[in-house]
């Protein structure tokens, strides 16, 4: 049913539940997990290249750690999980990532923002839902 299932995950407390919800639809479904972190470049698109060059690779690093967090949890439950860093706009590049590796789901958070912060904000989750050929799992998020 669900053999690849995506996770994209930023490190935040908040997703853990995604994960959690991720790794166990894996567990039921003998899948794979794909844990992956996107590093956002639209924020640093105006540095100088010798800044974001420095930046790039302490957030790929801070990546690496947050997928390595994913891939630990999944192995101590025998789930089987790829991880994967990659460079940016988030929604796009979890569409791109989806869509290269044929994910059968999606699951990811949401803080299921209203009104204002909403419109302010984004959502990339909401973005995802919006654009994504494939089922998207999203789980509510702690406070």
């Known amino acids: 049913?669900?053999?690849?299932?995506?996770?994209?995950?930023?490190?935040?407390?908040?997703?853990?539940?995604?994960?959690?919800?991720?790794?166990?639809?894996?567990?039921?479904?003998?899948?794979?997990?794909?844990?992956?972190?996107?590093?956002?470049t639209r924020d640093y698109s105006t540095l100088p290249e010798s800044k974001w060059l420095a930046l790039k690779s302490e957030f790929e690093e801070r990546g690496e750690t947050v997928v390595g967090e994913v891939a630990d949890r999944a192995e101590a439950r025998a789930v089987p999980v790829e991880t994967a860093v990659e460079r940016g706009l988030p929604h796009e590049a979890i569409l791109q990532y989806a869509d290269e590796r044929d994910a059968d789901v999606v699951v990811m958070g949401t803080h299921a923002r209203t009104g204002l912060n909403r419109f302010l904000i984004g959502s990339v989750t909401e973005k995802i839902i919006r654009s994504a050929e494939r089922p998207v799992l999203v789980v509510r998020l702690e406070d």
């Open 1 to 40: 049913m669900y053999e690849r299932i995506l996770v994209p995950t930023d490190g935040a407390p908040g997703t853990e539940r995604a994960i959690e919800e991720a790794l166990d639809l894996a567990e039921l479904s003998e899948g794979t997990v794909h844990a992956l972190y996107v590093v956002d």
